[in-house]
């Protein structure tokens, strides 16, 4: 997936006839009082463009929320209102499910190496051009920037564009026009905008080079569409039928391009499809039959497959606002229309999934039975990295499995799944739920705890809480569910959805007492903070420190952007630093990032990446279960606010990690790097390293959690835990206190 059209698996030949032909060009004022139903993927890539280093930081956009906001008050000020549409579940079929994100891994790699041959321009369009981060990769953000500005959204039990589809043709008119990709021809929408084109005054008053925005001028702006009508006009009068065959035979999610159509390397045209499909009878098993020597027709079974596509457009899956599960033309829909699209979960489920309770990871685990772990950003070519997700991470994927199954029919409790990793796509890891024992959900059954006015479910709250010995007593229960208070607020749903969280990864014991990490992770937090930004940080260094791959071992020998500098030992203690430095956030203004990059440091950034999305999972899965088996209160609508309370949502990127060691090997280019006045002088430096940033309180954020991860191993050891190296931690910590 390297270009638009690949990453979103629309039809690219039609898009290219259809720009030069029939887009049309309209007054954006033509859309005033109405509301526009977004598509997320559509506009994450079409919209307001991102910041190019993305991919070689990871984490979160710094500049995206402004720019996103901006153009969405800008179309609001002339009445035009917006509903996004998110992906749910997986749907179609994945031919090669790992090619994409090793494409771009391919390309991010390339622009590293076109960054350390000192070409920084090049070096940034080729990051730009990677591909990364998906539409998918930025959901989680863009739904926050969304709830956070009062815009609405709605996640799709399966694609966005059939909901979308429902929105337009509901009685109630929910939308009154659509935003997204050619695809939406396939589902019935006769038109569509593909593209805002906003005017701007010239900035000529007094703020003009102060950085302000030029002010929003409707009157210029327009918007470009696409309509049915104009497509099979422009193509000859052909019927609907032949033009939704040739959309589907071009290449689409549903169904991959035909396969006698990439014989040829001059490439093919929608013409050239529509020619095809039409003088076949028209039918495309009729075409299929024609070549009846194409063994990627027979590898495919694009029969079956096209059938398969055409039932689930034609009875596509919505969800309405009451949270029902509906199938278009269900009266007519045959009985396995799910198996056309995907497997079917309980409707509770989607209806969490679409206020964005949940995300679609664990979900798709089960319904599809496969998990694929796709290369991170770097590539992930690190053995360390392969056997973390491979071997330290399956127990908590099992966990999150477990917890969902448990929570839903036998079926579900009894299903056995795959797991499958892009460095070796013949491996298959094989696991059933039900051999998981002692079951996590029987583990889990004592917790209940429904006080009015507890504190924001936060980690810091939960482990604090509990070193109260009468507070522990009465988060017992051994109450049946039917004789417990329903918990109601976000408060209590939060608290115990992290309680339910730290006894699953042995921070707190079966009897709600703290155990040695769980008061490792309270030290920690006593000297970092109690901020949410804080407590993540504080217990990933506990989880990577408990993988083993918290501390300074060579990982990534292939990779740029390790320190060079200095001895060994230097080199070693800068390493370390800088790695615990990755844990934390840069403080940077909303605009984009500019400034050193390290590939090595990404690689350790994929590490934290992964570390934190199976946290995040087993987080997602204790809330969701509590409201799957009755103990909460389901007449609400906060969902989000839970979301977003709970820990782990966002992550950081590793610019901080790569400031620091950028920091380290320029002291040692001088005679002294442990003087005041090089120290200083470097330190000014800094401060032209990251124009947007504030590069002095970032290394004060760095320093502040050095301490409190040194200081936890430390307690960690003195109460009996096997720390690996605590001398060279004692080193480093010597060693860091001169160049602070």
Same mark, same amino acid.
Request: net charge negative; charged share 25%; proline share 5%.
């Given at each position: 997936?390297?270009?638009?059209?690949?990453?979103?698996?629309?039809? $690219?030949?039609?898009?290219?006839?259809?720009?030069?032909?029939?887009?049309?060009?309209?007054?954006?004022?033509?859309?005033?009082?109405?509301?526009?139903?977004?598509?997320?993927?559509?506009?994450?890539?079409? *919209?307001?463009?991102?910041?190019?280093?993305?991919?070689?930081?990871? *984490?979160?956009?710094?500049?995206?929320?402004?720019?996103?906001?901006?153009?969405?008050?800008?179309?609001?000020?002339?009445?035009?209102?917006?509903?996004?549409?998110?992906?749910?579940?997986?749907?179609?079929?994945?031919?090669?499910?790992?090619? $994409?994100?090793? &494409?771009?891994?391919?390309?991010?790699?390339? &622009?590293?190496?076109?960054?350390?041959? !000192?070409?920084?321009?090049?070096?940034?369009?080729?990051?730009?051009?990677?591909?990364?981060?998906?539409?998918?990769?930025?959901?989680?953000?863009?739904?926050?920037?969304?709830?956070? =500005?009062? %815009?609405?959204?709605?996640?799709?039990?399966?694609?966005?564009?059939?909901?979308?589809?429902?929105?337009?043709?509901?009685?109630?008119?929910?939308?009154?026009?659509?935003?997204?990709?050619?695809?939406?021809?396939?589902?019935?929408?006769?038109?569509? %905008?593909?593209?805002?084109?906003? /005017?701007?005054?010239?900035?000529?008053?007094?703020?003009?080079?102060?950085?302000?925005?030029?002010?929003?001028?409707?009157?210029?702006?327009?918007?470009?569409?696409?309509?049915?009508?104009?497509?099979?006009?422009?193509?000859?009068?052909?019927?609907?039928?032949?033009?939704?065959?040739?959309?589907?035979?071009?290449?689409?999610?549903?169904?991959?391009?035909?396969?006698?159509?990439?014989?040829?390397?001059? #490439?093919?045209?929608?013409?050239?499809? +529509?020619?095809?499909?039409?003088?076949? #009878?028209?039918?495309?098993?009729?075409? !299929?039959?024609?070549?009846?020597?194409?063994?990627?027709?027979?590898?495919?079974?694009?029969?079956?497959?096209?059938?398969?596509? %055409?039932?689930? +457009?034609?009875?596509?899956? &919505?969800?309405?606002?009451?949270?029902?599960?509906?199938?278009?033309?269900?009266?007519?829909?045959?009985?396995?229309?799910?198996?056309?699209?995907?497997?079917?979960? $309980?409707?509770?489920?989607?209806?969490?999934?679409?206020?964005?309770?949940?995300?679609?990871?664990?979900?798709?685990?089960?319904?599809?039975?496969?998990?694929?772990?796709?290369? $991170?950003?770097?590539?992930?070519?690190?053995?360390?990295?392969?056997?973390?997700?491979?071997?330290?991470?399956?127990?908590?994927?099992?966990?999150?499995?477990?917890?969902? @199954?448990?929570?839903?029919?036998?079926?579900?409790?009894?299903?056995?799944?795959?797991?499958?990793?892009?460095?070796?796509?013949?491996?298959?890891?094989?696991?059933?739920?039900?051999?998981?024992?002692?079951?996590?959900?029987?583990?889990?059954?004592?917790?209940?705890?429904?006080?009015?006015?507890?504190?924001?479910?936060?980690?810091?709250?939960?482990?604090?809480?509990?070193?109260?010995?009468?507070?522990?007593?009465?988060?017992?229960?051994?109450?049946?569910?039917?004789?417990?208070?329903?918990?109601?607020?976000?408060?209590?749903?939060?608290?115990?959805?992290?309680?339910?969280?730290?006894?699953?990864? *042995?921070?707190?014991?079966?009897?709600?007492?703290?155990?040695?990490? *769980?008061?490792?992770?309270?030290?920690?937090?006593?000297?970092?903070?109690?901020?949410?930004?804080?407590?993540?940080?504080?217990?990933? &260094?506990?989880?990577?420190?408990?993988?083993?791959?918290?501390? @300074?071992?060579?990982?990534?020998?292939?990779?740029?952007?390790?320190?060079?500098?200095?001895?060994?030992?230097?080199?070693?203690?800068?390493?370390?630093?800088?790695?615990?430095? !990755?844990?934390?956030?840069?403080?940077?203004?909303?605009?984009?990032?500019?400034?050193?990059?390290?590939?090595?440091?990404?690689?350790?950034?994929?590490?934290?990446?992964?570390?934190?999305?199976?946290?995040?999972?087993?987080?997602?899965?204790?809330?969701?279960?509590?409201?799957?088996?009755?103990?909460?209160?389901?007449?609400?609508?906060?969902?989000?606010? %839970?979301?977003?309370?709970?820990?782990?949502?966002?992550?950081?990127?590793?610019?901080?990690?790569?400031?620091?060691? =950028?920091?380290?090997?320029?002291?040692?280019?001088?005679?002294?790097?442990?003087?005041?006045?090089?120290?200083?002088?470097?330190?000014?430096?800094?401060?032209?390293?990251?124009?947007?940033?504030?590069?002095?309180?970032?290394?004060?954020? /760095?320093?502040?959690?050095?301490?409190?991860?040194? =200081?936890?191993?430390?307690?960690?050891?003195?109460?009996?835990?096997?720390?690996?190296?605590?001398?060279?931690?004692?080193?480093?910590?010597?060693?860091?206190?001169?160049?602070?």
């Amino acid at each position: 997936m390297n270009n638009l059209a690949d990453l979103l698996l629309i039809v $690219p030949v039609f898009d290219t006839w259809a720009a030069n032909r029939i887009t049309k060009s309209m007054p954006i004022s033509c859309l005033g009082d109405s509301i526009i139903g977004i598509d997320a993927a559509y506009y994450l890539l079409e *919209g307001p463009p991102k910041e190019p280093l993305l991919s070689a930081l990871g *984490g979160s956009p710094l500049a995206l929320e402004s720019a996103i906001v901006e153009e969405l008050n800008n179309l609001r000020a002339i009445g035009i209102k917006v509903h996004f549409v998110f992906d749910g579940l997986d749907y179609g079929t994945k031919d090669d499910p790992f090619g $994409p994100s090793v &494409a771009s891994a391919t390309k991010i790699a390339t &622009a590293f190496e076109t960054y350390e041959d !000192c070409m920084a321009d090049q070096a940034i369009q080729v990051f730009r051009a990677s591909g990364t981060p998906t539409p998918a990769d930025l959901s989680q953000f863009l739904k926050k920037t969304l709830h956070k =500005h009062g %815009i609405p959204f709605t996640v799709a039990p399966y694609s966005s564009l059939a909901q979308l589809a429902y929105f337009a043709r509901h009685p109630n008119q929910f939308i009154d026009a659509i935003y997204g990709p050619s695809e939406l021809l396939l589902y019935g929408v006769d038109k569509f %905008i593909t593209k805002f084109r906003l /005017a701007f005054h010239p900035h000529d008053g007094p703020g003009r080079g102060n950085g302000k925005k030029a002010p929003f001028n409707p009157e210029n702006s327009v918007f470009d569409s696409v309509d049915r009508r104009s497509c099979l006009e422009e193509l000859g009068r052909i019927p609907s039928e032949v033009f939704v065959d040739s959309l589907l035979l071009a290449g689409s999610k549903l169904l991959p391009a035909f396969p006698p159509l990439k014989n040829s390397n001059k #490439g093919y045209s929608i013409r050239d499809v +529509i020619a095809l499909v039409g003088g076949s #009878g028209p039918s495309v098993v009729n075409l !299929c039959n024609q070549y009846p020597d194409d063994a990627n027709i027979q590898r495919l079974n694009y029969v079956d497959r096209y059938k398969q596509a %055409i039932t689930s +457009i034609r009875h596509h899956i &919505a969800i309405t606002m009451e949270g029902d599960i509906e199938a278009l033309d269900g009266a007519n829909a045959p009985s396995d229309v799910h198996d056309c699209v995907g497997q079917r979960l $309980p409707e509770e489920l989607n209806m969490y999934l679409s206020r964005g309770l949940i995300q679609s990871r664990v979900l798709n685990w089960l319904a599809s039975g496969t998990i694929l772990i796709l290369a $991170p950003y770097d590539g992930g070519d690190s053995k360390v990295f392969q056997d973390l997700v491979r071997v330290q991470l399956e127990e908590p994927r099992r966990i999150a499995l477990s917890l969902l @199954a448990d929570a839903l029919n036998r079926y579900y409790q009894r299903k056995e799944i795959t797991t499958k990793f892009w460095y070796d796509p013949l491996y298959v890891q094989r696991m059933n739920i039900k051999d998981l024992l002692p079951s996590p959900k029987d583990a889990l059954a004592s917790w209940k705890k429904e006080t009015p006015g507890l504190s924001l479910g936060s980690i810091s709250f939960a482990i604090r809480s509990l070193q109260d010995v009468d507070f522990t007593a009465q988060t017992v229960s051994s109450q049946a569910k039917g004789g417990q208070k329903l918990l109601k607020t976000r408060e209590e749903i939060c608290a115990n959805a992290v309680w339910r969280f730290l006894q699953l990864r *042995g921070y707190v014991d079966r009897q709600h007492r703290l155990t040695v990490w *769980g008061n490792v992770l309270d030290g920690m937090l006593s000297k970092l903070g109690y901020s949410l930004e804080q407590e993540t940080a504080a217990l990933l &260094a506990i989880e990577l420190l408990r993988h083993g791959v918290l501390n @300074a071992d060579t990982m990534f020998n292939q990779y740029s952007g390790a320190p060079f500098r200095g001895s060994d030992i230097d080199k070693r203690n800068c390493m370390l630093v800088a790695r615990v430095a !990755c844990l934390g956030r840069l403080i940077h203004q909303s605009r984009g990032y500019s400034g050193p990059l390290s590939r090595h440091m990404l690689a350790y950034h994929s590490m934290i990446s992964a570390v934190q999305a199976s946290v995040r999972d087993l987080v997602e899965m204790s809330a969701v279960t509590m409201f799957l088996e009755g103990y909460v209160d389901r007449e609400r609508d906060d969902w989000m606010d %839970i979301a977003l309370t709970l820990p782990f949502y966002d992550e950081d990127s590793c610019a901080l990690g790569v400031l620091m060691l =950028h920091y380290f090997d320029e002291l040692l280019t001088r005679e002294d790097p442990t003087s005041e006045y090089t120290k200083e002088e470097i330190k000014a430096h800094g401060r032209r390293w990251v124009v947007n940033g504030d590069f002095k309180a970032s290394q004060e954020q /760095a320093y502040k959690l050095w301490d409190a991860v040194y =200081h936890g191993i430390k307690l960690a050891k003195e109460d009996g835990e096997d720390i690996r190296e605590l001398t060279m931690w004692d080193d480093v910590d010597h060693w860091l206190s001169q160049r602070r």
